[in-house]
């Protein structure tokens, strides 16, 4: 897949387009789990990848990275591993 260039899309006056086929950058994605969290409770790696639009190698990397912040904690291994929000005392 191609992407045309930031000032392209400006010069045609278009600059949503270059925003919707860029994706959503690591902010979005870790607002849009952490929101998915409190509807749900919980998130899994493919539902993170699903909700992201990302792969699941990106969800995982991802969601470690936010357990590693102390935002998310790991419940569980293997297939039926998710995601909670960690809870602070």
Excluded: W
């Amino acid at each position: 897949m191609y992407h045309l260039a930031a000032s392209l899309y400006r010069r045609l006056g278009r600059v949503e387009g270059y925003v919707r086929t860029r994706g959503f950058d690591n902010l979005q994605q870790t607002q849009m789990i952490l929101t998915a969290l409190q509807a749900n409770g919980q998130i899994a790696r493919r539902e993170a990848a699903s909700l992201c639009q990302i792969t699941e190698r990106q969800a995982t990397y991802l969601l470690s990275k936010m357990a590693r912040q102390g935002q998310l904690e790991l419940v569980g291994k293997g297939r039926s591993a998710h995601y909670v929000p960690k809870h602070t005392n």
